[in-house]
């Protein structure tokens, strides 16, 4: 790992910094104790969830003004010499030959105290809870996931876009979309327009002139939904690939997944170990379980038949033409497969009318990834190119034609099979930290009734 402008961050310095050569540090104080002779910071950067013991000698110059800002929450700048640490548990530590607070933190008022808080607490103080613990593991393993996301598909030669997040098309059909106003009461846009559910339309234009195209943006859904599993703003990761099948599409999203793993452990141990001891205990083991297994591709018919056979007495009853639930999710990656699984050949009653229909007229060519503990991580298709199915699709689900020209369009000139998939990006963050709050994985959540800060 190289050590990072301007200056060295403590990550490098605890796993590679030179002992006895001199450094200048900076961060903010996670605790202090002390002596008569001697006083110990541990200073942290956010690099990682490791803090770097700084001794700072009772006789340094200037000191005694200085200690009692030297509290936690507070930032310094440090300048000392890196040397082997007689202590258990660390490599080396700085002992300090210069001191200057940089920012004072009042400790009677400062939130964060060396006890622990509860995440409905870390939660009302959002702008402060990535100084935690917990938290700053969580907001780096999101930013590795992001990272790792332009790396993957990057390397497969597809093309970053960006798609509106102002639209007059739903996407999904279902109408739960914010509509977008000025105080103007004539339409700004000259037509209803509102904050978009998804990039997928947009995305297949590009595809259809790019071959392969990947977005990863901010979507809305104005569903009540006021659980630990919704919010109101998220971010969705959608590939879509010209000349491309359900098959492809499958074997493209367990691909990433694994390549999202595989950057987790590579970047994060020190977080993974964080989360796993403080967080979700089968953290590791799961994430180790879904990356080194071949994920299990079954039909929704005999996913419905598993969870028959079951014998288990679910909330939601299973039936042939329902959607699977929660519930049923987790009884097949937990109970029966024991690792993910990817469910195609949906009833197409309760999929989106732009999923391609499938010879017996009654499925499409859907395709949900199933994870343990969090259920559908991502949902995607082989997309429907025949412009007669389309059509026919879009008027039985009352949908209006004209507010659909443009996408018509793509299926009247020169119409391939195409696939592609959305992923949830707090999905994947909830996943790889074992958080159980999709809220706790954003780092301003959104809600019904929540859009502080």
Sequence with gaps: MKSEFPAPRIRWILESGEVDARYTVRGWVRTRRGSKNVHFVALNDGSTPAALQVVVPAELPGLEELL????????????????????????????????????????????????GHSFEFLRSIAHLRPRSNSFGAVFRIRSTLAQATHRFFGDRGFNYIQTPIITASDCEGAGAMFEVHTRDPEPFFGRPAMLTVSGQLNAEALAYGLGLVYTFGPTFRAENSNTSRHLSEFWMIEPEMAFHDIHDDMDLAEAYLKALLDAVFERNAADLELLQRFVEPTLIETLSNTRDNVFERITYTEAIEILERSGRAFEFPVSWGADLQSEHERFLTETHFKKPVMVTGYPKGIKAFYMF??????????????????????????????????????????????????????????????????????????????MANIRDVIPFPRAPGQAAF
């Design 68 to 115: 009692p800002q030297i509290a936690t929450g507070a930032s310094l700048e440090v300048d000392g010499l890196l040397v082997e640490s007689p202590g258990s548990g660390q490599r080396v530590e700085l002992r300090a030959e210069a001191v200057r607070v940089l920012g004072a933190a009042d400790p009677e008022t400062y939130p964060l105290q060396k006890k």
């Design 357 to 434: 229909q499938n010879d017996d007229d009654r499925t499409v060519a859907a395709l949900d990834v199933l994870v343990p503990r969090i259920g559908e991580i991502i949902g995607g298709s082989q997309r429907e190119h025949r412009l007669d199915r389309l059509t026919a699709r879009l008027l039985a689900d009352g949908m209006q034609l004209e507010d659909y020209e443009w996408y018509l369009d793509l299926h009247r000139y020169g119409a391939v099979p195409h696939a592609g998939f959305g992923l949830g990006f707090e999905r994947a963050v909830m996943f790889c930290t074992g």
